[in-house]
C-alpha cells in the first residue's frame, strides 16, 4: 500500500502566502505524476497543478503566476508554494500521485486533504 501524508493547509489573509506539503510512503518504487486538486464547498474537484518525474508542470489557468508546483523525487514529496492568495482559493487540497509499486502495478492514490482558508 502506499500513503500520501499532506500538511501547510491554514488561514491566511488575501494576499498571503502558505506552502503545502505532500509525501508518499510505503511500497513507492517510483512516482510517475505528483500533483494537487482542490473542491470548494458544492463545487466538483478540480486540478491546480500537477508535475510529471522530469520536471514538466502543468497548471490551472487560475493559479498561473500565482503558484508554483515543485518535486523532490528522492524524498518522494510534492510541493505547492501559493502566493497572492484569493478568497476564491479557499478549499480543501487534495494530493495525488500516480505511482508505481515496487511489485510494478501502478495505481491512483490521494492524500487526506488540508484545508485552505483565505479571508478577505
Known amino acids: 500500500q502506499v500513503q500520501l501524508v499532506e500538511s501547510g493547509g491554514g488561514l491566511v489573509q488575501a494576499g498571503g502566502s502558505l506552502r503545502l506539503s505532500c509525501a508518499a510512503s510505503?511500497?513507492?518504487?517510483?512516482?510517475?505524476?505528483m500533483g494537487w486538486y482542490r473542491q470548494a464547498p458544492g463545487k466538483q474537484r478540480d486540478l491546480v497543478a500537477v508535475a510529471t518525474r522530469d520536471g514538466s508542470t502543468n497548471y490551472a489557468d487560475s493559479v498561473k503566476g500565482r503558484f508554483t508546483i515543485s518535486r523532490d523525487n528522492a524524498k518522494n514529496t510534492v510541493y505547492l508554494q501559493m502566493d497572492s492568495l484569493k478568497p476564491e482559493d479557499t478549499a480543501v487540497y487534495y494530493c495525488i500521485a500516480v505511482v508505481v509499486e515496487d511489485r510494478g502495478s501502478v495505481g491512483n492514490y490521494w492524500g487526506q486533504g488540508t484545508q485552505v482558508t483565505v479571508s478577505p
Open positions: 510505503g511500497r513507492v518504487f517510483s512516482i510517475n505524476r
